[in-house]
């Protein structure tokens, strides 16, 4: 493991006091050592920024120190984009999107970026995708799966007639479903969409691809 506490520590207080030069001096570290994407995006973007929401919901910090928090995040991403396009062509495509009202677009882009290193070419759609534009998109692309993120569990209310869709128009297309909306929520939703598959974690994902 390449992230101990005395490092994560050191990165969380660089991206609360919105320290970015340190942050990237940090990932630019770990990136020449090698580190593997999955355990940089889980153990240290993923990790401080949950626990950003606590202190946020805790009233601890602004929503302006939640928001530098998120584009400091953003701004690491696109640093470890070089490192995303090392996976073997595999000729196979992926739509990765976020729901309609679904506003949290970290951990889709990270999922967008773990197809790419296992080869996939990931078109990744953002925030709030609306349904026509989906499916109008993964028509245009002819992607071998669509993966969506949901994190706010009330965003599920939209999950039934997205999967209806996709499904009314593309027959048993993969769907990926994954965010933390089924942590807070449970996955009984998914009862009525056995062919849908949830994937809880990256290293999940890593071991399907
Ligand atoms: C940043 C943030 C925001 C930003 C997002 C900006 C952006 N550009 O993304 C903004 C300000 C927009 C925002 C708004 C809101 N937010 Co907010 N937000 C957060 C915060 C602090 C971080 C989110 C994040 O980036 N996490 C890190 C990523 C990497 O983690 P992740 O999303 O879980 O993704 C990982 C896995 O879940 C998985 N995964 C995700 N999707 C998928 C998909 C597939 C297919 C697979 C395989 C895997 C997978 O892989 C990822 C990597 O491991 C969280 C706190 C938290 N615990 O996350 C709250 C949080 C998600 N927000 C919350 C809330 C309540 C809101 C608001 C309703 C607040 C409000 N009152 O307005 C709005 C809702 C807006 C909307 N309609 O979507 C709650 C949700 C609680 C719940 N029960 O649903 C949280 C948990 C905060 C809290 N503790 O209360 N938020």
Redesign the pocket.
């Known amino acids: 493991m390449m992230i101990d506490n005395a490092l994560y520590q050191s990165y969380f207080t660089s991206l609360l006091t919105g320290d970015k030069k340190r942050c990237l001096a940090i990932v630019q570290d770990l990136l020449e050592k090698n580190i593997e994407i999955r355990e940089l ?2 153990q240290l ?2 990790r401080s ?2 626990k ?3 202190l ?2 805790a009233n601890e910090i602004s ?1 302006a120190r ?2 530098l ?3 400091i ?2 701004r690491m991403l696109n640093a470890c984009y070089p490192y995303t396009f090392t996976g073997r062509d595999s000729g196979k495509k992926v739509l ?1 999107a ?1 729901a309609i ?11 967008a970026d ?1 197809f790419e290193i296992h080869g996939w070419d990931s078109q990744f759609l953002g ?2 995708t609306p349904i026509k534009e989906l499916l109008s998109f993964a028509d245009e692309i002819k992607p071998e799966l669509i ?9 599920l209310s939209v999950l039934k007639v997205t999967v209806e869709a996709i499904q009314a128009e593309f027959g048993d297309l993969d769907i ?10 449970g996955t009984d939703i998914l009862k009525e969409f056995p062919g849908i598959h ?5 290293a ?2 890593e071991e399907i691809l």
């Open positions: 995006y889980a973007f993923q920024m949950y950003i929401g606590e946020w919901e929503v939640e928001h928090a998120t584009s995040t953003e990765v976020c009202n679904e506003h949290h677009q970290l951990g889709g882009k990270m999922v773990i925030t709030n993966a969506l993120s949901f994190a706010v569990s009330s965003n990926f479903v994954g965010g933390q909306a089924f942590v807070w929520a949830y994937i809880e974690t990256l999940h994902l």
